[in-house]
């Protein structure tokens, strides 16, 4: 990574993705997120509490996500409220990034983000670069009818790279929406739905757009916004976008009371209430050839953008922590439960070869005469010999020379016996052993590896990200 043009905070952001989605094929450095699905594969093998336990309940194994390097900001609001011209100030390129103007302009999703050099993605590959969307809103499925719950959604994604760095916008992925109307037949999919979707899954900040003219086409607007204070209330700011336009401060203030009831009348609808510092204040896009003194809330949103920026480093540091210490916990379990597999094949195949090995000789000893002389002959004992006094030692002379005679005494006939013995004693052993797996040595040394890599190597730059952090801070508080 080359950090020398990179904020703190952009480094450590960055650093924390890398830390997921690194592939090494040197297999030195291991993502979370292979790790992740190591693990998984693991657990399954070995059939782990973990994997029976989600096996009960039908769950599908965990899957680790990176942590987006971006603070992901969405905007929402009436068609034409300023939504599109407000990412396109806050990022400063030129070209302009967004299209503009009065008519309905935006009727997709449009992702605009910093990156190396100018690109565009849309349909699938546009999605695929937000693996949480992808997996949450492109493959889901009705479980009754078995139909994607949002068809054809991945037509309506498109993503901007842009190598701008103004303002914070490195680390800022905007989200621009279609604009709403209170016409349903303008889309081609259930808008609010996926911007509920999102809120939920994406987005770290939402801002809702509500402009002074639009007012007659704010019920769908004001509807989405009272659901979203419903469901994520700690990321919505609302907003009365092109403030410059109201003629008068006196109208400027009828707007916002007529917004503000409309708010809090849908939002207490749904049994809710409007957080305690709830307010709307008034933005519109700076132009220095308009001379008005009006209040403008747009630096305060870009103040407030820096401050999340904040929050996410350590959320995302946080989230790390969290993933690396239950991989650390479920790959020692792994290993503990690979052990105690191969401990109890061990013994249940031994004890079941041997009870075998005894059964089998005490019955042949019982009943068959051959054998019978053939033991006798072996360990050099005889009827005439056991009445002597010094059986022990002759006994213990003859066990010496076993190997010699044995060869002697077992012909062709009994060699055949003894191999047969020996591979029943085998099948046994294996099917005492049980069908409990254990890792082989591949997994084994992959497991080590991993688990070394976790142990040591992440938690020393666990370390030094969360060193780098508080120096950050302390950076910070002194300015
Ligand atoms: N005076 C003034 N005009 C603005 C402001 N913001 C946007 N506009 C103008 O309003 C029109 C609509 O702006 P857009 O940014 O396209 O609005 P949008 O919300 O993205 O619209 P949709 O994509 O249709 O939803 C454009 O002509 C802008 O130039 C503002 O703060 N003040
Ligand atoms: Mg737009």
Not at 33 to 41: I, L
Not at 206 to 219: E, H, K, M, S, Y
């Amino acid at each position: 990574m080359d950090t020398a043009l990179l904020s703190k905070s952009e480094q450590i952001l960055a650093e924390v993705k890398e830390i997921y989605t690194v592939e090494d094929t040197e297999g030195i450095k291991y993502g979370l997120v292979k790790v992740g699905e190591f693990v998984n594969t693991l657990e399954e093998y070995l059939s782990t509490d973990r994997a029976r336990q989600r096996q009960k309940s039908s769950e599908p194994p965990p899957k680790i996500y990176p942590p987006s390097k971006f603070l992901t900001v969405m905007l929402i609001g009436n068609h034409s409220s300023g939504k599109s011209t407000f990412i396109n100030w806050y990022v400063g390129a030129t070209p302009e990034v967004q299209k503009v103007g009065e008519a309905a302009t935006t009727s997709a999703f449009h992702f605009v983000q910093h990156g190396k050099a100018r690109k565009s993605y849309d349909k699938e590959a546009a999605l695929e670069l937000y693996p949480v969307l992808y997996d949450k809103l492109f493959k889901r499925t009705n479980p009754k009818t078995g139909k994607k719950t949002f068809p054809d959604i991945e037509k309506y994604f498109y993503v901007e790279i842009v190598p701008e760095r103004n303002r914070s916008f490195p680390v800022v992925d905007f989200v621009d929406t279609p604009g709403m109307t209170d016409e349903k037949s303008d889309y081609h999919f259930e808008v609010e739905d996926v911007i509920l979707e999102m809120a939920q899954h994406k987005a770290d900040l939402i801002l809702v757009f509500l402009d002074p003219r639009g007012q007659a086409f704010c019920q769908r607007t004001i509807e989405t916004a009272a659901k979203l204070f419903q469901i994520v209330p700690e990321k919505v700011k609302v907003f009365l976008s092109r403030a410059d336009e109201c003629k008068s401060d006196n109208d400027l203030q009828q707007c916002l009371v007529q917004m503000s009831t409309a708010l809090t009348v849908k939002v207490t609808k749904l049994g809710h209430s409007l957080p305690t510092t709830f307010g709307i204040p008034a933005l519109y896009k700076p132009d220095p050839s308009n001379a008005t003194t009006r209040a403008n809330a747009i630096h305060a949103v870009c103040e407030d953008i820096d401050k999340q920026v904040d929050r996410k480093v350590q959320r995302n540091i946080e989230h790390f922590k969290t993933d690396h210490a239950l991989l650390v916990e479920r790959i020692k379990e792994i290993d503990a439960k690979d052990k105690q597999a191969g401990k109890a094949r061990l013994v249940n195949g031994l004890s079941s070869a041997l009870i075998f090995q005894v059964i089998l000789f005490t019955l042949l000893l019982a009943f068959t005469d051959l054998f019978k002389a053939q033991v006798q002959d072996l360990f050099g004992f005889h009827k005439d010999a056991c009445a002597a006094t010094d059986v022990p030692l002759q006994t213990m002379t003859s066990m010496a020379c076993f190997l010699f005679k044995f060869s002697a005494v077992v012909g062709a006939t009994n060699l055949f016996y003894t191999a047969a013995v020996g591979v029943l004693t085998l099948v046994i052993f294996r099917f005492a052993a049980g069908n409990q797996k254990v890792l082989n040595a591949d997994q084994r040394k992959k497991l080590r590896n991993v688990q070394q890599y976790l142990e040591k190597t992440l938690a020393e730059r666990k370390g030094t990200i969360i060193e780098d952090l508080r120096s950050e801070s302390v950076n910070t508080d002194d300015r």
